[in-house]
């Protein structure tokens, strides 16, 4: 069946530059959620969307971080100005109804940025 | 700031052995728990919930303790398939879910 996908599953980025990552819910799915894993540690939240309102974007680590879900399915992370400190993988995750509580979330398998 | 804690371990064990693990949260409000399982470069999978007093499925049971404020996971009869790290999440109470950084289990021949 059809899970939550990201893309692409890997990248590379020079420093300065800048990066979107893609993420296809489940569809029907309202939440959809994006968190920052770095190696060793569990994931971080980084922003929730409802349907397309950006209820909450307080992980987000600074104003290079940009996330967007115009029509309330897929969603785009946007890292401008790409840091080393940025390295690390990616998911994002789904559930069918709002929020976390409750709910289970559904992950994508990550991507896996690393900033040279 | 909500906090939930774990043991990264590894907890190394042969197999057949009984195995638990406790997850300490800070924040008294929170209603709802989860175990997640993830293996390595894999994303989270949902092991368990935990909404009240505990939940079992099969070999594994969850158990909430609200007056100390853990939740535990025990796994009994462990596989060589069990390895893997487990991380707890609180819910919170509300729509942002905060996942401890995992506790590692190895379970060898």
């Known amino acids: 069946g059809a899970g939550v996908s990201q893309s692409p599953r890997y990248k590379v980025a020079k420093r300065g530059q800048d990066v979107a990552l893609r993420c296809d819910p489940i569809s029907g799915h309202v939440s959809l959620f994006w968190y920052q894993q770095a190696l060793g540690q569990g994931p971080e939240f980084l922003t929730y969307f409802q349907n397309e309102a950006q209820l909450d974007k307080s992980g987000l680590p600074s104003d290079r971080f940009f996330a967007e879900r115009p029509e309330g399915s897929v969603s785009t992370l946007k890292i401008q100005r790409t840091q080393q400190e940025d390295s690390a993988v990616y998911l994002c995750?789904?559930?069918?109804?709002?929020?976390?509580?409750?709910?289970?979330?559904?992950f994508g398998p990550g991507t896996r940025l690393t900033v040279l | 700031r909500k906090e939930v804690e774990q043991d990264p371990g590894p907890f190394n064990v042969p197999e057949g052995a009984t195995v638990a693990f406790n997850c300490t949260y800070s924040?008294?409000?929170?209603?709802?728990f989860f175990w997640y399982r993830q293996d390595c470069r894999k994303e989270p999978k949902l092991l368990m919930s935990?909404?009240?007093s505990g939940n079992e499925d099969g070999r594994f049971t969850a158990q909430l303790n609200r007056a100390s404020q853990y939740i535990s996971l025990l796994i009994r009869d462990s596989k060589l398939s069990d390895s893997a790290t487990y991380l707890c999440?609180?819910?919170?109470?509300?729509?942002?879910?905060?996942f401890g950084r995992g506790t590692s289990l190895i379970v060898h021949p």
């Open positions: 999440v609180d819910s919170g109470g509300s729509y942002i879910p905060t």
């Open positions: 935990v909404y009240s």
């Open positions: 995750a789904s559930s069918l109804g709002a929020g976390g509580l409750r709910n289970e979330q559904f």
């Open positions: 924040n008294s409000a929170s209603q709802s």
